[in-house]
């Protein structure tokens, strides 16, 4: 009887559990579109480093929510959820608007990397839109870099391409996000000009302990500088997994050994803390 008991509970636990989860999602979707209205989604901003100067070159804007009740909400949930409903749409022009503006009282050297979701690159316009914006805000188009992954160019990728291709034209950069997990064809480095190829985090943890991905790592290298591609490696999060890449040849990283997403403020004291070199001097 004890065992029936405690299996009923367990049951009445996940259901409780599932129900509760149901609707902490229902009150975050709910909640979602008002604040983007309200501009409660804001950028925060990751610096990105050479790995052989320990200079920073550039910032990736990734937003952030803190909700009144709710607290902080990560990108993680709240990302999925927009991209179902197409709320990630006009999140996702605030997002850039916000951080082109910022970013633009920045010492010009720095640069700006914003994560573009397929809703928002196959919506009409997209490429007038981006050129309306650099003109508001005032940033150079070669201050800006657009980020894609792999799964967001491969749900339409003829058309997807011509869209970035027109969005190079205005002079931005083009950047595929997260390369190397997903379905990484051959062929998406080699079909499309990508001014940089953004290495995926999970590299940084496995090239580490295993050869052979030093090994495919080094072949990755060579391939984006046959196609004079830059390549950042992402998530480097200590300073012997920096050793290694740096090693391999990795020019740009960025990762919480260096500072993690933070305010447009913080940046810019980081800047002009030894030229941007504080991050690295302890280390
Ligand atoms: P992403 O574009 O690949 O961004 C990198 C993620 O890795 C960020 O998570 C960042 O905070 C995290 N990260 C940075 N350094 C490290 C590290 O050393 N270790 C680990 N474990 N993680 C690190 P975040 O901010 O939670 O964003 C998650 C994803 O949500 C982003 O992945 C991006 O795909 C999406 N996202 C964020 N902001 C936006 C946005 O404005 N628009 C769109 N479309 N997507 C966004
Ligand atoms: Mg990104
Ligand atoms: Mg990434
Ligand atoms: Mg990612």
Redesign the pocket.
């Known amino acids: 009887a004890n065992a029936v008991n405690h299996g009923r509970r367990r049951v009445v636990t996940y259901e409780a559990a599932m129900r509760t989860e149901m609707e902490r999602q229902t009150i975050v979707e709910n909640a979602l579109a008002r604040a983007i209205e309200a501009n409660e989604l804001l950028?925060?901003f990751?610096p990105q480093f050479n790995l052989k100067t320990g200079r920073i070159f550039g910032v990736?804007?990734?937003?952030?929510w803190y909700h009144s009740e709710l607290g902080w909400i990560?990108?993680?949930e709240f990302?999925p959820l927009?991209?179902r409903n197409g709320d990630?749409v006009s999140?996702?022009w605030k997002?850039?608007e916000t951080a082109c503006s910022e970013v633009q009282l920045l010492p010009n050297e720095l640069t700006v990397s914003?994560?573009?979701?397929v809703a928002?690159i196959l919506s009409d316009d997209v490429v007038a839109m981006m050129d309306e914006c650099l003109g508001r805000t005032g940033l150079p188009a070669s201050r800006l870099k657009l980020?894609v992954?792999e799964t967001t160019i491969m749900s339409d990728l003829k058309r997807i391409q011509t869209t970035l291709s027109e969005m190079r034209a205005l002079g931005v950069g083009i950047s595929l996000?997260?390369f190397g997990v997903g379905y990484s064809a051959l062929s998406y480095l080699t079909d499309f000009h990508w001014d940089e190829i953004?290495i995926?985090?999970s590299f940084?943890t496995k090239a580490v302990r295993d050869r052979k991905i030093r090994d495919i790592l080094k072949l990755v290298l060579g391939i984006a500088e046959t196609m004079g591609s830059d390549v950042l490696i992402?998530?480097?999060?200590t300073v012997e997994q920096r050793d290694v890449l740096v090693d391999l040849g990795c020019a740009n990283g960025?990762?919480?050994?260096f500072g993690?997403?933070m305010a447009i403020d913080d940046i810019t004291t980081l800047f002009f803390s030894e030229n941007g070199q504080r991050s690295f001097a302890g280390i």
């Open positions: 950028p925060h990751q990736e804007a990734l937003a952030r990560s990108p993680s990302i927009a991209e990630i999140l996702g997002i850039l914003v994560n573009l979701s928002q980020e992954t996000d997260d953004k995926d985090r940084a992402e998530g480097i999060e960025q990762g919480y050994l993690g997403p």
